[in-house]
């Protein structure tokens, strides 16, 4: 259900129209804190689940707390994830890359794999921070890591996992950017990957 709220001041913010409140025609909040936040509509992607578009902005009372939340639908397996809106600085939520910026995931995936530690605890943390960051370009690094390392011998179930949510992360941010279906993108990872 969705509160409305009364709306005391707009501005314009990095193109948007900003205000303290809910405003149901444009989806938009401002927090009290004064930061712009994201739009329905804005493809983000939320750090350790992937990227998605949000479809909407709800207040929620959660075990008896009330909070605003960002709900995101991401393209792979139709997931719908509840982001509360003022954590997504502390949380890492930030906007998908632009296409400009996919020859640099390219080139990231067929990079030279990173030397890997025989430790197994020890890569499984690396790689762990490595995808906690958000940041597409450790993502790719994990992935392509990953797989080339599943090619040389077996994982272990962990880093299968890890594998599983990595590429399922670097794939929805890449389908929202690139517009592909899932099967082209994995094709294509697999690819620049392998060469």
């Known amino acids: ?22 405003i149901p025609e444009y989806g938009v909040v401002r927090m009290e804190n004064g930061e712009a936040l994201y739009s329905i509509g ?12 949000v479809e909407s902005i ?3 009372q959660i075990l008896g707390e009330s909070r605003r ?20 600085d502390t949380v890492g939520v930030r906007e998908v890359i632009g296409r400009k ?4 995931v390219d080139k990231a995936l067929k990079g030279n794999s990173d030397e890997i530690s025989g430790n197994w605890n020890r890569r499984y943390r690396d ?7 958000g940041q597409l370009p450790s993502v790719c690094e994990v ?6 390392a599943e090619k040389k011998k077996k994982l272990s179930m962990g880093e299968k996992k890890m ?3 990595a590429k399922q992360i670097l794939m929805s941010e890449l389908i929202l950017v690139s517009e592909r279906d899932a099967v082209e993108i994995e094709e294509h990872i697999s690819m620049l990957v392998f060469g």
């Open 1 to 22: 259900m969705h509160s409305r709220h009364y709306v005391n001041r707009l501005t314009r913010r990095k193109g948007r129209i900003v205000a303290s409140g809910l």
């Open 42 to 53: 804005d493809k983000i992607v939320y750090p350790m689940h992937g990227a998605g578009v």
């Open 58 to 60: 709800e207040d929620r």
């Open 69 to 88: 939340y960002y709900i995101l639908r991401l393209p792979i397996g139709e997931v719908t994830i509840m982001i509360p809106c003022d954590s997504t």
């Open 101 to 104: 910026e996919l020859k640099s």
């Open 127 to 133: 790689n762990m921070e490595k995808l906690k960051s």
């Open 143 to 148: 992935v392509r890591n990953l797989m080339r």
């Open 163 to 165: 594998l599983t949510s």
